[in-house]
């Protein structure tokens, strides 16, 4: 352990310098300093803001089925509900590309080249605007046949498509404020996102209410909801962005409009391996929606019920995996592995047990956190069914995830890649189409999210485990050949 800790130490001094550059970028930024002092706090505050604006993202379906429930029928919640692994597909890719724009842009405000933040600021913008006008025709001419071929109730698919056309209007304002917030966050400012966030779901929440308790409009009112929310939230975004008073930070220029070709390129480098690992998860929940599809409505608005909270509490254990990529990666560029372990075990900590509290707090209070959403006996016996089937053991989750962005940290993102999509992906489809079709049985089909969990997770830390030895075994080499000369 002494030796580990003097290998650590020495490739420190050989990053001084480096390590000094981010140090103060990081100050520049106003974000945590991750490379001196205690973790434990500095992680936990890094990730609240997370948590928080993830939690109001999902506040927008979540206020749509709610409202839904108590003012129409329980095909009206599945056809709102169920929608969700479908819009993941089609938008996750695009959603990676906006993790790419961060990068590149904090690159460039790393290195002072005003110049280059201005040139892809705009160059963000361009593509914020194509990819939702992409999404926008992909989702109005694909809603239906996606809906067919999974098999969608008959007296669900024509309402599910109905809010999935109206939905996808919404598209170019969606992609407008997650390209923009990621901009924002290029500096570390993750506040004015989560404001902005803030108001578009009170909006979405007061619209939901008047258009169907008042007017009602069913499906099509919540979905139009959404779309004004959204537009909302892009407005709100892009004054934050043209306000923005130092053109070395985020100043956007709507009259200076340009595209960048290798900013563009240097985007999908970074983010078209994010997207795609989104898109396979999305996958194989929709292979996991059809098998639940054919247990009728209710098991259908059951489960969109019961995912909802998963959602909810999935947002804890995303916030750490962003901090265990943030804090590994300053640490390891600095050589400080001694500080890169303890963030993993950090960040493990806290998301598994968070995780659990907030699980073991909605099953506790089941009839509770069911009946915001439905007061139909059927619907929530299959709700109870996912939870106590799914949603008691979600923290498992942690196990995979943030080992995975631990090695994201390091630098190795292929490994976990691969593993995660073998564990969670091609298990959960085997399962479906063996197992599940066997046995015919909800909780049956529900059970392979656990055990995919444990197996995915006893995968991904072993090699996070053997990363690790092998990058403190270079270390020591390092350190031998720096004291042999």
């Given at each position: 352990?002494?030796?580990e800790?003097?290998?650590?130490?020495?490739?420190?001094?050989?990053?001084?310098?480096?390590?000094?550059?981010?140090?103060?970028?990081?100050?520049?930024?106003?974000?945590?300093?991750?490379?001196?002092?205690?973790?434990?706090?500095?992680?936990?505050?890094?990730?609240?803001?997370?948590?928080?604006?993830?939690?109001?993202?999902?506040?927008?379906n979540?206020?749509?089925v709610?409202?839904?429930?108590?003012?129409?029928?329980?095909?009206?919640?599945?056809?709102?509900?169920?929608?969700?692994?479908?819009?993941?597909?089609?938008?996750?890719?695009?959603?990676?590309?906006?993790?790419?724009?961060?990068?590149?842009?904090?690159?460039?405000?790393?290195?002072?080249?005003?110049?280059?933040?201005?040139?892809?600021?705009?160059?963000?913008?361009?593509?914020?605007?194509?990819?939702?006008?992409?999404?926008?025709?992909?989702?109005?001419?694909?809603a239906?046949?996606?809906?067919?071929?999974?098999?969608?109730?008959?007296?669900?698919?024509?309402?599910?498509?109905?809010?999935?056309?109206?939905?996808?209007?919404g598209?170019?304002?969606?992609?407008?404020?997650?390209?923009?917030?990621?901009?924002?966050?290029?500096?570390?400012?993750?506040?004015?996102?989560?404001?902005?966030?803030?108001?578009?779901?009170?909006?979405?929440?007061?619209?939901?209410?008047?258009?169907?308790?008042?007017?009602?409009?069913?499906?099509?009112?919540?979905?139009?909801?959404?779309?004004?929310a959204?537009?909302?939230?892009?407005?709100?975004?892009?004054?934050f962005?043209?306000?923005?008073?130092?053109?070395?930070?985020?100043?956007?220029?709507?009259?200076?409009?340009?595209?960048?070709?290798?900013?563009?390129?240097?985007?999908?480098?970074?983010?078209?391996?994010?997207?795609?690992?989104?898109?396979?998860?999305?996958?194989?929940?929709?292979?996991?929606?059809?098998?639940?599809?054919?247990?009728?409505?209710?098991?259908?608005?059951?489960?969109?019920?019961?995912?909802?909270y998963?959602?909810?509490?999935?947002?804890?254990?995303?916030g750490?995996?962003?901090?265990?990529?943030?804090?590994?990666?300053?640490?390891?560029?600095?050589?400080?592995?001694?500080?890169?372990?303890?963030?993993?075990?950090?960040?493990?900590?806290?998301?598994?047990?968070?995780?659990?509290?907030?699980n073991?707090?909605?099953?506790?209070?089941?009839?509770?956190?069911?009946?915001?959403?439905?007061s139909?006996?059927e619907?929530?016996r299959?709700?109870?069914?996912?939870?106590?089937?799914?949603?008691?053991?979600q923290?498992?989750a942690?196990?995979?995830?943030?080992s995975?962005?631990?090695?994201?940290?390091?630098?190795?993102?292929v490994?976990?890649?691969?593993?995660?999509?073998?564990?969670?992906?091609?298990?959960?489809?085997?399962?479906?189409?063996?197992?599940?079709?066997?046995?015919?049985?909800?909780?049956?089909?529900?059970?392979?999210?656990?055990?995919?969990?444990?197996i995915?997770?006893?995968?991904?830390v072993?090699?996070?485990?053997?990363?690790?030895?092998?990058?403190?075994?270079?270390?020591?080499?390092?350190?031998?050949?720096?004291?042999?000369?």
């Amino acid at each position: 352990m002494g030796f580990e800790i003097f290998a650590d130490n020495i490739v420190t001094l050989q990053w001084k310098k480096k390590s000094s550059r981010m140090s103060t970028r990081v100050r520049t930024a106003g974000q945590v300093d991750m490379l001196n002092g205690p973790l434990a706090g500095k992680i936990f505050v890094f990730t609240l803001p997370l948590i928080a604006s993830g939690i109001l993202q999902q506040s927008f379906n979540a206020v749509d089925v709610a409202v839904i429930g108590h003012y129409s029928s329980s095909q009206a919640i599945a056809a709102v509900g169920s929608n969700g692994p479908i819009i993941s597909i089609l938008v996750n890719l695009f959603l990676g590309i906006a993790v790419g724009a961060n990068v590149v842009i904090a690159n460039y405000l790393g290195q002072k080249y005003p110049e280059a933040v201005r040139r892809s600021v705009s160059t963000v913008a361009v593509v914020s605007l194509l990819s939702g006008v992409l999404l926008l025709l992909l989702g109005v001419s694909l809603a239906r046949p996606i809906l067919e071929a999974m098999s969608a109730p008959d007296d669900v698919i024509d309402l599910a498509a109905q809010y999935l056309r109206i939905y996808f209007c919404g598209m170019p304002f969606t992609m407008i404020y997650n390209f923009g917030s990621a901009i924002m966050r290029s500096v570390g400012d993750t506040r004015l996102p989560f404001y902005s966030l803030l108001v578009a779901t009170l909006c979405n929440f007061v619209l939901d209410w008047l258009f169907v308790a008042v007017f009602g409009m069913g499906v099509d009112g919540v979905a139009w909801a959404t779309v004004i929310a959204n537009a909302v939230n892009a407005f709100i975004i892009v004054v934050f962005l043209m306000r923005e008073p130092d053109p070395l930070t985020l100043h956007l220029h709507i009259s200076r409009r340009g595209f960048s070709l290798s900013d563009f390129r240097k985007m999908l480098q970074i983010g078209i391996p994010a997207g795609l690992q989104g898109m396979v998860f999305s996958i194989s929940n929709i292979f996991i929606q059809s098998a639940i599809n054919g247990f009728g409505s209710d098991a259908v608005a059951g489960s969109a019920t019961a995912l909802t909270y998963e959602a909810y509490c999935y947002y804890i254990v995303a916030g750490f995996n962003a901090a265990a990529i943030a804090f590994t990666g300053q640490n390891y560029g600095a050589g400080r592995l001694d500080r890169c372990r303890r963030v993993v075990a950090l960040c493990m900590m806290m998301s598994v047990g968070l995780c659990a509290a907030a699980n073991a707090l909605v099953v506790w209070q089941e009839d509770f956190f069911i009946g915001v959403f439905t007061s139909d006996a059927e619907v929530a016996r299959y709700a109870m069914m996912r939870f106590h089937t799914v949603l008691v053991f979600q923290c498992l989750a942690s196990s995979y995830e943030v080992s995975g962005s631990y090695m994201r940290g390091l630098g190795h993102s292929v490994s976990p890649m691969v593993l995660t999509i073998f564990g969670t992906c091609v298990l959960r489809l085997v399962w479906v189409y063996t197992v599940a079709r066997a046995y015919h049985s909800f909780d049956v089909l529900l059970m392979i999210y656990p055990i995919s969990w444990i197996i995915t997770g006893a995968m991904v830390v072993t090699a996070a485990i053997r990363l690790q030895r092998r990058l403190l075994r270079e270390s020591r080499k390092n350190v031998d050949l720096t004291l042999g000369a």
